[in-house]
């Protein structure tokens, strides 16, 4: 079912629900702008408008132009992963952490993969999970894996965060932010349900809350990369598999 959704999805590159996110963003850059709001939420609301337009436009940006997916992926999260200035310059990524704050971390990344064990089962056993991979889509495919989740944390956890002046509010905002980038995703109404949007939101209060009590981006890439490992295993069973059914090609324009 999964597959024909997939290959049934609708040719508009650009949907209702990324234009109508896109619109929010630019009426509250515009009324920040009107009562003269603090300059810290004005920073926020223009970085997070950048990175969503990227999220929404890029894709066909790609499609007219057919340059390839390693380039895709370099300019689809570069207003992300350039937030990296500022908090390298402002020493606000990488303080020294204790083996306390590393334990918890794993254990609340842990749990919350565990909490989530029948849907991975589910998709590493479907049909599209017994697709091969050829060796250059193995490797545009784990760059992407491991460069959208360094970027994410980058732009989600710790800028916003930073941007925000380390306020506890800034923890659940981020974490908004975060499942508003999933939701605009060209492919949400196909690979996410509410029940996705909701364990992402924990995800990103998870993230959040680590690298406010930690101040180490460190922390909160290593709870995404585990939340993800299913992900990146099923790229290493796509392309080292025994006995694949006939590849099938999705997502070409991320």
């Excluded at 009324?31 to 436009?57: E, H, K």
């Excluded at 300019?75 to 704050?101: H, R, S």
């Excluded at 994410?152 to 905002?173: A, C, K």
């Excluded at 990103?204 to 490992?229: A, D, E, M, Q």
């Amino acid at each position: 079912d999964i597959l024909w959704l997939m290959k049934n999805e609708t040719k508009k590159r650009i949907n209702l629900r990324q234009i109508r996110v896109l619109l929010i963003n630019v009426l509250l850059i515009a009324f920040g702008i009107a009562i003269n709001i603090n300059v810290i939420w004005l920073r926020a609301f223009t970085s997070v408008y950048i990175v969503f337009s990227g999220i929404v436009f890029l894709p066909s940006v790609k499609v007219e132009i057919g340059y390839s997916s390693r380039m895709q992926t370099i300019a689809y999260y570069f207003p992300m992963y350039i937030m990296l200035i500022p908090l390298v310059a402002n020493n606000k990524l990488f303080q020294k952490v204790n083996y306390l704050d590393i334990t918890l971390a794993i254990i609340l990344s842990l749990s919350l993969f565990v909490s989530r064990y029948k849907e991975i089962i589910t998709i590493c056993t479907s049909v599209y999970a017994n697709t091969r991979m050829n060796p250059e889509k193995f490797k545009d495919e784990l760059f992407d894996q491991l460069v959208a989740i360094i970027s994410e944390e980058i732009f989600f956890t710790g800028y916003l965060i930073y941007v925000m002046n380390r306020m506890q509010i800034s923890i659940v905002l981020s974490a908004g932010t975060f499942v508003l980038a999933h939701y605009i995703n060209r492919w949400a109404k196909t690979i996410f349900r509410v029940k996705d949007y909701f364990y992402i939101f924990i995800l990103g209060l998870l993230k959040g809350y680590v690298f406010y009590r930690t101040n180490n981006i460190l922390l909160p890439i290593l709870i995404h990369l585990i939340y993800n490992s299913s992900n990146i295993y099923l790229i290493f069973k796509k392309r080292f598999m025994i006995k694949p059914v006939e590849e099938v090609s999705l997502f070409d324009d991320y």
